[in-house]
């Protein structure tokens, strides 16, 4: 590959970083603007020029996966030999390599691999037999201040300045960090953080160790620089000891993980420390349509502080596409059902499940959407998280709840009797503790007793009497067997912290209302514009559809006093109570659903389904339902998949209800498209007409 090879395809700003001098390079780039490339190319043009050797080059990333895909690119480009790597991995692989030089001898000492057992054991000295929610949350402070160069004498000072959320009184959290330190040295061990510690000080100490670095190491590069914390950003310059051949590229308006230690002060401060430094924007959007990059601007546009000194406005390069919408809702439930049906309805129109993401602020949020996509027979995956059935502090509510079945009064209010059951496993319905890891099991819990709210709700719509806890936790058995059916590819539930990085064709922003996005714990202008970024960051993940919903309610008939998060921009028009439904590259409006007994539109995802309202009589076919339900399950069990994949009970209800003579007919009834039209379409018209099971199953298929 030749030089004019590397320069071919890139736009102005590309070429420009590409072909910037020897010296320090910020590269200011925005979402979807081809920072990978740009790096990339950076590097291949220098090691094909003759400037650089590629043994030269250290470029770091922040995971595994973007320093592998920097090597795959690297390589493609002919600059094999150049080392890109996190900067945990470079740091342990220089500690290692000179381990004998810098511990006299001795071996690397040993890593932790996990800091909880040892500070329960630093805990329970100072006075704190605290479950493993608060050994989490200790490890999360102590890795900050760890990352944040912070002592344990300096701890009380420096947290209390910085505003942090505490698990413990300030003074005790140092005490547990003061002891966690002397009980890891006497073990002999170092964690994560000492990695980029010990790094930087060997070279400090040991004049030869940092000569052979030095010499090796001669031009960097860092990506997602907005992300360096103090500890990172001191290993790079004891790598540089005063030297500038330095790329660094990164976006301020990509900065979501203060909480961690991470800071854009360095991106932002760049040129004001390398005087000479070249800049240069990339804001030419590759990833997603003119009517997305539109959106994220907007957003964008309204940021304030030190981070929207460099904010950029995206121009997109591809070619239109639909409107984003956004949409409002009643309840969380409808919310979750309109995302569930809008999901499948991309997926028949040939949109592949693994190209769908769901992204939400808090994990405890997956829950709703685990059971709407599960209900509608779309597989699903998480992202960065366990499902909600899976995670502990939910099993244990779940024991909780049935113990409680053997003595709770049947007629007793279901909400107060949930509650007071969670008192066992030590939730209150109080505010949520301080810290990051007994938040998300408080959430967790709470979102049970939203649970409970809407079920109490929908059993007294349906005039059904029993909303005991026995049928309570008995709807949660269900609702758990259901959402812990392996899959294979599925449509991607996520946090949006977790989805950074990452992109779809068609996002869903869902819970979009004050409170949630942005949290109620975000007090001060800087947490606030943080989370303004945090939706920036959701926005610029979709390609082509995106979809940003609120709720007004969490719980179905619930008081709905939420409102749509301050965030989202006045320009995207609400959309109809029916969202038109995608063709596999268009648009066509749905029309709306109306009752066929009364007449009245319907709202509910359940009753357009039914094509009915749920007060209205029903007209169930009750021995055709059983047929269906019948020839169902010999399906599905063929299949090898659980029963709802197949079709869901409210859809074989909505079959035996409305009778449907023919495929347009039967087509026309929500979560039947394309797809199961022409898997199943057939055999349940037959089983309409009159048909028994044995007729329309192979011989021998109903044993």
Request: one cysteine or more; aromatic letters at 6%; a neutral charge.
């Amino acid at each position: 590959m030749t030089v004019d090879d590397v320069l071919a395809g890139l736009d102005d700003e590309q070429r420009a970083a590409v072909t910037a001098p020897a010296g320090p390079l910020c590269i200011l780039a925005g979402a979807g603007t081809g920072k990978t490339r740009a790096i990339t190319h950076r590097i291949a043009h220098r090691v094909r020029s003759g400037q650089v050797q590629p043994q030269q080059v250290l470029a770091v990333t922040f995971t595994a996966r973007a320093a592998a895909e920097l090597r795959a690119r690297l390589g493609m480009l002919g600059a094999g030999g150049v080392s890109a790597r996190t900067f945990h991995a470079a740091a342990l692989r220089q500690l290692r390599y000179f381990a004998p030089r810098i511990f006299h001898g001795r071996a690397m000492p040993e890593l932790v691999d996990s800091k909880a057992r040892l500070i329960t054991l630093a805990a329970a000295k100072t006075g704190h037999r605290g479950e493993r929610t608060l050994a989490r949350d200790l490890a999360s402070e102590i890795e900050w201040a760890k990352s944040s160069l912070v002592e344990p004498g300096d701890y009380p000072a420096v947290a209390t300045k910085a505003g942090r959320e505490l698990p413990l009184a300030a003074d005790q959290v140092a005490a547990v960090f003061s002891e966690y330190e002397r009980a890891k040295r006497a073990a002999g061990m170092i964690d994560f953080e000492d990695v980029l510690r010990a790094a930087a000080w060997a070279m400090e100490e040991h004049a030869d160790v940092a000569e052979q670095i030095r010499s090796q190491y001669r031009h960097f590069v860092v990506d997602e620089y907005q992300d360096v914390n103090p500890v990172q950003q001191k290993l790079l310059e004891t790598w540089l000891a005063g030297r500038d051949d330095l790329t660094v590229v990164g976006d301020a308006s990509q900065t979501i993980y203060s909480f961690t230690g991470a800071t854009s002060g360095y991106l932002v401060d760049f040129p004001r420390q390398h005087k000479n430094a070249t800049v240069v924007r990339l804001f030419r959007d590759y990833r997603s349509t003119p009517q997305v990059v539109a959106l994220a601007n907007a957003v964008i546009s309204e940021a304030r502080g030190t981070e929207a000194r460099l904010r950029l406005e995206l121009v997109g390069q591809r070619r239109p596409g639909p409107e984003p919408e956004v949409r409002d809702f009643s309840d969380e439930p409808a919310e979750a059902a309109a995302v569930a049906a809008r999901c499948a309805a991309l997926i028949d129109a040939g949109t592949p499940p693994s190209e769908i993401a769901v992204l939400y602020r808090i994990n405890a949020q997956s829950e709703v959407y685990e059971g709407a996509l599960a209900d509608a027979g779309v597989p699903y995956v998480l992202q960065g998280s366990e499902r909600f059935f899976e995670r502990g502090e939910v099993r244990q509510a779940m024991v909780a709840l049935r113990v409680a079945t053997r003595t709770a009064d049947p007629d007793a209010p279901l909400v107060p009797t949930v509650a007071e059951a969670l008192d066992a496993v030590g939730w209150r319905s109080e505010n949520p503790p301080a810290g990051g890891a007994a938040r998300e099991k408080w959430e967790a819990l709470a979102a049970l007793v939203g649970l409970a709210e809407e079920f109490a709700a929908s059993r007294s719509a349906q005039d059904q009497e029993d909303t005991s806890l026995a049928a309570f936790t008995a709807e949660l058995d269900r609702r758990a067997a259901a959402q812990h059916a392996p899959t294979v590819e599925g449509v991607t539930l996520a946090s949006l912290h977790s989805a950074k990085g990452l992109e779809w064709d068609a996002v869903f922003l869902v819970g979009l209302a004050d409170g949630t996005l942005p949290t109620t714990y975000a007090k001060t202008p800087e947490a606030l514009e943080e989370e303004r970024r945090l939706l920036y960051v959701g926005i610029t993940r979709a390609r082509e559809w995106l979809w940003l919903s609120w709720a007004a309610a969490r719980a179905a008939g619930g008081r709905q006093s939420r409102r749509p998060s301050r965030f989202l921009p006045a320009g995207p028009a609400r959309a109809a109570s029916v969202a038109p439904v995608p063709k596999k590259r268009d648009r066509v409006v749905a029309k709306s659903v109306s009752c066929r007994v009364c007449g009245v539109t319907l709202m509910d995802a359940m009753e357009r389904k039914l094509g009915r309202c749920a007060t209205c009589p029903s007209t169930m076919d009750e021995e055709l339902l059983g047929r269906l339900q019948e020839w169902r399950a010999l399906v599905a069990r063929a299949a090898r998949v659980p029963a709802y994949v197949v079709f869901t009970d409210a859809t074989l209800t909505a079959i035996a209800e409305q009778l449907p003579s023919g495929e347009p007919q039967l087509v026309a009834i929500a979560g039947i498209g394309p797809r199961k039209l022409g898997l199943y379409g057939e055999a349940v018209l037959a089983l309409v007409a009159g048909k028994s099971v044995a007729d329309i199953l192979p011989e021998g298929a109903t044993g």
